[in-house]
T-cell receptor, first 112, second 112 residues
Framework: GNSVTQMEGPVTLSEEAFLTINCTYTATGYPSLFWYVQYPGEGLQLLLKATKADDKGSNKGFEATYRKETTSFHLEKGSVQVSDSAVYFCALMRGSNYQLIWGAGTKLIIKP | NAGVTQTPKFQVLKTGQSMTLQCAQDMNHNSMYWYRQDPGMGLRLIYYSASEGTTDKGEVPNGYNVSRLNKREFSLRLESAAPSQTSVYFC???????????FGPGTRLTVT
């Protein structure tokens, strides 16, 4: 069945460090892929998305490329800030059944 | 434009008590969802409503019922609360393809 696997957290980095959060998926066909972010005490909000192979989603300095050959959608940012501290969720949607399949989330902690 | 609103923000119930979680959206979205979020497990879909007048079970529907009251409102009812239902509950709505979902701030429920 469809599934999403994310790297376990927490991930702790210093400000201005390079960030990678790994996400791999299992799905038949060509799912759409998403990264959502949850700031402390808030609901989730869409960070970026990609709908087909080799697409790159980007937003707020974050990027992720849809890699069909490695079934991955890793999240990257060149220089993180304290305000990026949050929980990041990778998710996939396949077909029109209205359901997103979620990873477990990765907590990111940025220290000044 | 408030987006997705949820009430209450916090609730403590005793085992066996019932309650209804309320959700409303003002974005004229057709689809609405209820999720629960537990530590280390990401989000799990409880029920969803693809359009007004329809509801369908998600991954973990047991112990819950839903009502799509109108296009704006989608409520989640716990008829007889159990400690296993202690969780954070999120409502979301969406429109269009791919299904970007907009989340409410969540309800933190504790069942003792």
């Amino acid at each position: 069945g469809n599934s999403v696997t994310q790297m376990e957290g927490p991930v702790t980095l210093s400000e201005e460090a390079f960030l990678t959060i790994n996400c791999t998926y299992t799905a038949t066909g060509y799912p759409s892929l998403f990264w959502y972010v949850q700031y402390p005490g808030e609901g989730l909000q869409l960070l970026l998305k990609a709908t087909k192979a080799d697409d790159k989603g980007s937003n707020k300095g974050f990027e992720a490329t849809y890699r069909k050959e490695t079934t991955s959608f890793h999240l990257e940012k060149g220089s993180v800030q304290v305000s990026d501290s949050a929980v990041y969720f990778c998710a996939l949607m396949r077909g029109s059944n209205y359901q997103l399949i979620w990873g477990a989330g990765t907590k990111l902690i940025i220290k000044p | 434009n408030a987006g997705v609103t949820q009430t209450p923000k916090f609730q403590v119930l005793k085992t066996g008590q019932s309650m209804t979680l309320q959700c409303a959206q003002d974005m004229n979205h057709n689809s609405m969802y209820w999720y629960r979020q537990d530590p280390g497990m990401g989000l799990r879909l409880i029920y969803y409503s693809a359009s007004e007048g329809t509801t369908d079970k998600g991954e973990v529907p047991n112990g819950y019922n839903v009502s799509r009251l109108n296009k704006r409102e989608f409520s989640l009812r716990l008829e007889s609360a159990a400690p296993s239902q202690t969780s954070v509950y999120f409502c979301a709505s969406s429109e269009g393809q791919p299904m970007e979902q907009y989340f409410g701030p969540g309800t933190r429920l504790t069942v003792t």
